[in-house]
């Protein structure tokens, strides 16, 4: 018995911690409004240990059902780019976490130690979206170590080059550094009303302005289609015709265009009417190609369009070519800018590819048709290619001052005005 309780003597517990049954973090205690309001630190891998993980089948009660996809791509995003940026996580307490105080600040501002027990008392009032995609990508950092483990032990065994895969675990172990010792922000809210906890939901959806496509494009400068806009804004025929604020023109707005209309003239310029700009297409695009095709556009439609070579020039306003002319139509010059896609940029057969001031003569044509509204005579509705009977929607209607903005019209409409390049435009 002796020996036994020599060796027992003999063992180092120190490290033992045994089951913990809560979290201590530092934090600092104020106040905001009528609540008490804890600000705290979390390492990235511990956030969605600490807080409930939303599952997007089950909204949380109180708060609004969570898109996996959208929490994903943040995953995705913090994984990506080093210099990611979020604002801190709301996140309520029932009155089941305890704060000790040890040292008080000026303004009403206390330093201590919040001890958060487990068991989900913690409620996310906003970041349920980041929480998920955290817990994403945590989980996937640790299964792709996992598949790459196998792979190098595999590899190792058939005594194959493991250069590669040494490269991709030293990648996850830098992701993995990161995820322990980058943070995000977390502030906790004393409230022990369930009721008042789903006003807080409220109150921060309610007074959230949300940012519009507008200002996306104007500050994302990660997607080449966003990096355009600053020079495109300079044609003759959009400098200071641009309205960088509203996604929607209309009615006396003095601009031509919202900042999202010149990005989406310029994706129909160079990738087409319904193409998209993947991540392997924007690879294979450059900056200043991409400017080039679209300033080309904006020159054939001044060149071809009188309407538009007056707005250029300053002697008519957008909001009175709105009311006389279907160029005043974003929905129509995103139809051109398909169609000066497929003359100009879709063949790489010479003898099927246009120049831009072919599309020029081929607009000045098209020009005596554009008056608006649209006439019962006009070619928009007697034209053979506009047969109502040819099934869906039409693409222009009677009195109309702009086609259909529907998919399937845009692309319609696209067709036959190329095909008009081609074959001439109806009497």
């Not at 020996?3 to 973090?25: I, K, M, Q, W």
């Not at 905001?32 to 909204?59: C, I, M, N």
């Not at 194959?160 to 995820?179: C, G, P, Q």
């Not at 607009?363 to 009977?389: I, K, R």
């Amino acid at each position: 018995m002796s020996s036994l309780t020599a060796s027992l003597n003999a063992l180092n517990t120190s490290t033992v911690t045994g089951v913990r049954r809560s979290d201590s973090f530092v934090a600092v205690r104020l106040k905001q409004g009528a609540r008490t309001v804890y600000a705290v630190q979390l390492p990235l891998e511990d956030v969605s240990r600490v807080l409930p993980v939303p599952d997007p089948q089950h909204p949380t009660p109180g708060n609004r059902k969570v898109d996996a996809k959208h929490a994903t791509d943040f995953g995705k995003y913090v994984r990506r780019h080093p210099e990611w940026v979020a604002p801190p996580l709301l996140v309520r307490d029932n009155g089941k976490c305890t704060f000790t105080k040890q040292l008080e600040l000026p303004g009403g501002i206390e330093v201590g130690i919040l001890e958060v027990p487990h068991g989900a008392v913690l409620k996310i009032v906003d970041g349920q979206h980041r929480v998920l995609g955290l817990h994403d990508a945590t989980a996937a950092i640790s299964r792709e170590e996992d598949e790459l483990l196998e792979q190098l032990a595999r590899a190792k065994g058939r005594g194959a080059d493991t250069s590669e895969l040494d490269e991709k675990l030293a990648e996850l172990a830098a992701d993995k550094e990161r995820f322990a010792t980058e943070h995000l922000g977390v502030y906790v809210y004393e409230e022990g009303s369930p009721d008042a906890y789903e006003q807080m939901f409220f109150d921060v959806a309610d007074n959230a302005l949300g940012i519009r496509q507008a200002v996306k494009v104007r500050f994302d400068n990660r997607k080449l289609i966003n990096r355009t806009f600053d020079p495109v804004a300079k044609h003759k025929l959009l400098q200071g015709r641009v309205d960088v604020e509203q996604d929607r023109i209309t009615g006396g707005n003095q601009n031509l265009l919202g900042a999202k209309h010149v990005i989406e003239i310029v994706r129909s310029v160079n990738v087409g009417v319904m193409g998209r700009i993947t991540k392997k297409r924007e690879a294979e695009l450059d900056d200043e190609s991409t400017v080039e095709n679209a300033m080309a556009f904006l020159d054939s439609l001044v060149d071809g369009f009188p309407d538009l070579a007056a707005v250029a020039d300053g002697t008519l306003t957008p909001p009175t070519l709105r009311t006389r002319s279907l160029t005043g139509s974003l929905t129509m010059l995103r139809v051109l800018a398909g169609v000066f896609h497929n003359l100009v940029l879709a063949s790489d057969d010479e003898d099927e590819t246009w120049t831009p001031e072919q599309v020029a003569e081929f607009f000045g044509q098209l020009a005596p048709h554009m008056e608006a509204p649209v006439a019962p005579t006009s070619v928009w509705l007697t034209a053979q290619d506009f047969d109502p009977n040819r099934g869906g929607v039409p693409d222009f209607t009677r009195g109309a001052y702009g086609p259909q903005a529907r998919s399937q019209n845009i692309k319609h409409l696209t067709e036959v005005i190329t095909d008009w390049a081609w074959n001439g435009v109806p009497a």
